[in-house]
């Protein structure tokens, strides 16, 4: 009896606890709150893991800057990694000045915030969340066209160690940002500029000029830029993840510099309408591991293309776009398979 005894108090306050832990690192945050409320002992073996405590999740959540000031000053968040705020509501510059204040110290330890398409946060936001934010390395803020380079200036004086930056859908942005991010940030590895039309040549060359460890690129919907800039992405030797669609400017002579790029894994040149045949033969030449390409919409191309991509690139690419392409004749899904047997994914685009 008592070693059956002893087989129960080691499975209750062993085994038990164990399996809790492994189970709850895979629930969502929302889940794993209310388990919170099941029982005292749940609640005081789920709070004695910090590992589970390191996300704050209130995506799309209502009233998320109140909510966000409420769980940073709970003792289980004074650890936490990462922040995500992405379409919440109600966040604003405010909440984030209280958190600045109050929370400071749980933002210690703080590498991921994303603050995509919270449209209330200006400049004055970005000044305060960054200040308490030092170890910062990934920050997003999507679609918001109250930044501008005031808030970038803040960041790249508060945050020293960014490695990934998304600034897409921030209109408001100009060349100045991306000389501070270049001068700030050598050692960043993703960039995503979409739709930050008011950029220039000069300004996305300095983030060649001296980002050289960049793996991801993304310049959707910028249509601005020239062979001149477009040439230096050349230099970006371990670029995997290109996305240069509806760059009108670029030509074959650019895309052939481009090509330099050989570890290019994901290429996008979706209404690239100067491109052809000579600039996408020199990718298919030099880029041997593609897997993504989309060529959608480019009427420059023919047959001639694919048949270059298959002899290099046949057992690789497993996304290949070619709609609206009607140089290419041979375009019907058997047809592509016969070229690319490992093709998987026909139509990027709709």
């Not at 109140?66 to 968040?77: D, E, G, Q, T, V």
Request: charged share 20%; hydrophobic share 40%.
């Amino acid at each position: 009896m008592e070693v059956e005894g002893g087989e129960e108090v080691t499975w209750s306050r062993e085994t038990v606890p164990k399996v809790v832990k492994i189970v709850s690192t895979r629930l969502p945050q929302r889940d794993l709150i209310s388990l919170l409320l099941v029982s005292p002992w749940l609640n005081a073996t789920l709070i004695s893991h910090p590992s589970l405590w390191l996300l704050i999740d209130f995506r799309e959540m209502n009233n998320a800057g109140n909510r966000l000031i409420a769980a940073l000053s709970l003792p289980r968040y004074r650890h936490v990694k990462q922040i995500n705020l992405e379409f919440a509501q109600d966040i604003e510059d405010k909440h984030l000045e209280l958190i600045k204040n109050k929370c400071f110290g749980s933002l210690q330890n703080l590498e991921v915030l994303n603050l995509n398409s919270c449209q209330k946060i200006s400049d004055k936001g970005v000044q305060d969340i960054t200040s308490a934010c030092a170890n910062l390395k990934v920050f997003s803020i999507y679609w918001n066209v109250r930044v501008t380079d005031i808030g970038i200036t803040h960041l790249v004086k508060n945050c020293k160690y960014i490695i990934d930056l998304n600034i897409s859908g921030c209109k408001n942005i100009l060349d100045k940002s991306l000389q501070l991010v270049a001068q700030t940030y050598p050692e960043l590895e993703l960039l995503n500029l979409t739709r930050c039309v008011k950029l220039t040549d000069f300004g996305l060359q300095q983030i060649l000029n001296s980002c050289s460890s960049l793996q991801s690129l993304n310049l959707y919907a910028l249509s601005s830029f020239t062979d001149e800039a477009y040439k230096r992405i050349s230099l970006l030797t371990h670029l995997k993840f290109l996305d240069l669609c509806g760059a009108q400017n670029l030509s074959d002579e650019g895309l052939s510099c481009i090509a330099r790029c050989k570890g290019l894994l994901s290429l996008s040149l979706t209404w690239c309408v100067r491109v052809t045949d000579v600039g996408v033969i020199a990718i298919a030449e030099s880029c041997t591991s593609l897997e993504y390409l989309s060529l959608f919409g480019i009427v420059g191309v023919t047959d001639a293309c694919l048949d270059s991509l298959s002899r290099t690139c046949s057992n690789t690419i497993t996304t290949l776009d070619v709609n609206g392409c009607i140089g290419i004749k041979r375009r019907s899904r058997d047809e592509l398979l016969k070229l690319f047997p490992k093709l998987r994914c026909f139509k990027v685009h709709s």
